[in-house]
């Protein structure tokens, strides 16, 4: 029996799709909410705040991709590949449409970047045995 893509039992929180965004965004939230305590209570500095943002994404891209491949079992490339691409996404949109500025990289480059950690994430996520 062939499945529908938009079968209301693939949205819930045992899919893949779900889980794996709730991984993502929770990652962003709370480190993210660890670099700006240390930047008010350390001596870490706001130059380094690019670098610690583009650490915190990637991590939880891998994440991400890692727990939507162990969920889906199978295609952890396609399954944390995709990841990325909604999460980079979701970051296009809210960037153009909130802030109304573009992004500083190349945004294919930026959505290649995601697609590539999250599908590595997936890839050994799927391979990590349940």
């Known amino acids: 029996m062939k499945e529908n893509l938009l079968d209301s039992s693939k949205w819930s929180l045992r899919s893949p ?39 915190i994404n990637a991590l939880a891209l891998f994440v991400g991709g890692f727990i939507s491949g162990r ?23 809210i960037g153009f449409l909130a802030f109304d500025s573009g992004m500083v990289i190349n945004p294919v480059l930026f959505m290649a970047c995601a697609f590539g950690i999250s599908a590595i994430g997936g890839v050994i996520g799927v391979n990590s045995g349940n």
């Open 71 to 93: 969920k889906a079992g199978q295609r952890g490339w396609y399954y944390g590949g995709l990841q990325g691409i909604i999460y980079a996404a979701i970051l296009l949109i």
């Open 17 to 55: 799709w779900v889980m794996g965004q709730l991984f993502v965004w929770g990652i962003i939230l709370i480190c993210s909410f660890i670099a700006a305590l240390l930047m008010r209570y350390t001596t870490f500095d706001s130059s380094q705040l690019t670098t610690a943002a583009y650490g």
